[in-house]
Nanobody, 127 residues
Framework: QVQLVESGGGLVKTGGSLRLSCAAS????????MAWFRQAPGKEREFVAA????????YYADSVKGRFTISRDNAKNTTYLQMNLLKPGDTAVYYC????????????????????WGQGTQVTVSS
């Protein structure tokens, strides 16, 4: 089992940047594919970005492609989401998620694929 703790959220102006971190407990972080999802008030949770166990494969929602970058440091048991050129529409609670997989280079973009979730971190982008 793994526990996930997000950090790095906050209030930023349009066009600004934030970097979210997701720290995972346990010794087998490299066994997990990771992802970021977000949920805005009154809306359903949506996929943002995913990364494979090895970090070699990544996938993004069209709405963030070219602005957000997902990465991971398996030595630090941490996944990151670098968010640039933020827009008010990016305002949401951001969650990281993890699932075990035997595939080194596979990512997953559906919420139901994931077994473990963090508590979320609020990102607010002002206009």
């Amino acid at each position: 089992q793994v526990q996930l703790v997000e950090s790095g959220g906050g209030l930023v102006k349009t066009g600004g940047s934030l970097r979210l971190s997701c720290a995972a407990s346990g010794r087998t972080f490299s066994s997990y594919a990771m992802a970021w999802f977000r949920q805005a008030p009154g809306k359903e949770r949506e996929f943002v970005a995913a990364i494979s166990r090895s970090g070699s494969s990544t996938y993004y929602a069209d709405s963030v492609k070219g602005r957000f970058t997902i990465s991971r440091d398996n030595a630090k048991n941490t996944t990151y989401l670098q968010m640039n050129l933020l827009k008010p529409g990016d305002t949401a609670v951001y969650y990281c998620a993890a699932r075990t997989t035997s595939y080194t280079d596979r990512y997953y973009s559906v919420g139901s694929d994931y077994d473990y979730w963090g508590q979320g971190t609020q990102v607010t982008v002002s206009s």
